[in-house]
DNA sequence: ATTAAATTGGATACACATGTCCAATTTGCA
DNA sequence: TGCAAATTGGACATGTGTATCCAATTTAAT
């Protein structure tokens, strides 16, 4: 149901916003969400597309967060890469049809808006605000580099 | 999201529930629901491994539904051909894990949540009965055969 | 018994999601 | 200036979902 493209990028989006405002190289980024590198390469060039992540090229270079993660929600990655598409129209489409839905896809299209509005309501920020934290977590090396600013974003 | 095979699915189930108990031949239930013929022949072959149709063989053979349309739920026919599977382990699988989930994963299984929830609420017959149906719907031709009962099961 | 209508299951084909590789380019730094 | 680290984009490889075809089987009706 959900795709692998989506699970990745919301691992390495998540991760950019742990590590932000510092950027990471994609390879950085592959080890720590275990996502494969040369895929994770082509869906971070996709966030950075729609202006989620930015790429910053040459040596030193690699990926940061576009904004602040408490402006970036789940739902904006994924449709980054993967878009939910509700449905608008009768699949079928028969003659019979206005705008209207037939009442299977009407209940099609309500479960595709419980999920999007689900994923519109969460933002990165949100998922590494977790007050649940000190359950153990889909814990990246929560940083061991030099001098860091809590994630989150204090500045605002 | 909802993959092809989902819709499909739910397509002829919901169709046999409307033509219940009469047995349908997998030609006709394709031509109704404008699903690939061949196609379809695998999907109801699953639906009929599930116990939520009966396979009738031979001449004045086809298809029928194995049970009420008020027993039969979306969830278990989604799940007969392409199951929502939930997240219950991080797919990181990192050490550090005992079965709780990281925020993020949380999240995502919230969703996965929702969706199940909502497919299991609705049984075929109450996709039959919606009140909306003064509106144009996925209108198989509702019947034109010899004597019906009205769809939804009378008896009970 | 024969025929025709129908499902069954296997083999195959095709399309798209997933994943890899590499040459070209950009850029920080010695 | 030259080197090495990094992204970029295209080409390619693989895997899985989608779709087709067909021989075998079952069975109602003649």
Partial sequence: MLSQTMEYSLRAAV???????RSQSTRQIAKATKVPP???????QALSRAGIVQSIR???????????AD????????????????ITSCPLKLAAHGARLCPLHHRLDSAL??????FRRTTLAEVL???????PLCSFPVIA????ERAGKPRG
Same sequence: chains 1, 2.
């Fill in 15 to 21: 991760y950019l916003a742990s590590q932000a405002p």
């Fill in 38 to 44: 040369a895929y994770l390469s082509k869906l971070l």
């Fill in 58 to 68: 040459g040596v030193k270079g690699g990926m940061v967060l576009a904004r602040d």
């Fill in 71 to 86: 402006d970036i929600t789940i739902l904006e990655v994924v449709n980054a890469v993967d878009p939910i598409d509700r």
């Fill in 113 to 118: 808006e419980l999920v999007e509005s689900a």
């Fill in 129 to 135: 605000a977790e007050p649940t934290t000190s359950i």
């Fill in 145 to 148: 580099g030099p001098r860091r």
